[in-house]
Structures are given as structure tokens and as C-alpha cells.
């Protein structure tokens, strides 16, 4: 996957439950529109969700299952359930939560990648990470590329964007790891798109800005007269 997706964009199609276009078919829909609009990759949350765009599209998958954990902050597959269930809905690549944060019922993130290789070692993992730090640890793990989804979302990066001071994080991680490095958050407009592959991102996922329409109506409705 990683080949196909290099110096390309990866469209994140998601619509969580609470969210108006939450829908395996619709999602596949939408997976449609991005190839049709020259996407490379997809991003996908949920097995359901994964298996429907791949009735739509022959385009290379990144599966994630967000799930709630009481006694963990981590929800991006979290857990070996969650690897299973990609595993069965044949995608590309499955990106799990990297952080140094605990995980559900104690489980271990080498752990969890030792499972995924033990399962199927075709199937290519993605790092999701906050920190400089998580991206070094993915690398001694053994994952195959890190992205940088999680910065900004945990209780130590909080209210930091990607783009904040010309991609500073971005470029930080690119310095750390020789891993292909795919940026991810707050992408908003094809100039920043741009500007992270000038920085020296292998390939970048775009979600929001392209596939939630309520949000992209929020930012015009802020820009109207007062």
C-alpha cells in the first residue's frame, strides 16, 4: 500500500454515529467521489464501513475500529478485537494508536503489533501518533509508517494544530524516524496539502476538509456578515 499512496493523498471517509451521513453505504459512496476526484488511498473506521467501500473502490485501504474503553483513553484499535475485525474486512493496512498512553485491560502496544504480524503479516501497520517520541517508539516496534492523527487529540498535545508554526511537528517527526512519515490533522486547503510534501511527508490523509460536510458549512457560516 505504502507504494501507492507515496507522494499521494489518502481520503479519510468517516461518519461516527452521532454524525448525519453515518452510514456503510454512504461511505462507500463517498469513497467513490475521492477516487473519482484522484484519491489514492482510503481511510476507513469500522469493518462494516471497510467492506462496503471495497464493493465501490479498488483503491488500498487504511482500516481503524474507534471504540470507547472505560478504563482507557485509547479508542483507535485498541485492541486485539479490533485488529481481528480488520483483519476480516480485507484491508491494506490497519493504524493503531501509538502513544505511550494505557491501553485497555493493561495490553501492551508490542504486543499488539507481535498479534497483527502472527495474523497476517501481509497486511501493513500505521502508527498513529502524538509525539516525536511515540514515532521513535513505533520504529523500534517494527511498524511500516506513522502518521501524525493523534497530535493535538491527547491530554499532552491539546490544543496544538498540525499546521501551527509552518508544520513545526510534521517536521520534527520527518527529522526523528527514517519510517515514511504520512501527515494527518487539520489539513484544510490544497496549499497545505502542498506544503507538507514540500516538508517531506511520504504521502498525507485529508478527512474532515473533504467528506464532513457540516463542517465545511460551519466554516463558511463563521465567515458570514455579523
Known sequence: MLEKINRKLVVSCQALDNEPLHSSFIMGRMALAAKEGGASGIRANSKDDIIAIKKEV??????????????SEVFITATKREID????????????????R???GGVMLEELVSYARSKNSAVQLMA?????????????LGFDCVSTTLYGYTNETKGHKLYDEDFAFLK????EVSLPVIAEGNIMTPEMLKRVFELGAFSA????????PQQITARFVEQLPR
Open 128 to 140: 498513529d501518533i502524538s509525539t516525536a517520541e511515540d514515532a521513535i517508539q513505533a520504529e523500534k
Open 172 to 175: 520534527s517527526v520527518v527529522n
Open 85 to 100: 475485525e480488520l483483519l476480516e474486512s480485507g484491508c491494506e493496512m490497519m493504524a493503531l494508536d501509538a502513544t505511550m
Open 205 to 212: 490523509v485529508v478527512g474532515g476538509a473533504i467528506t464532513r
Open 102 to 104: 494505557n491501553r485497555p
Open 58 to 71: 479498488s483503491l488500498p485501504v487504511i482500516g481503524i475500529v474507534k471504540r470507547n474503553y472505560d478504563d
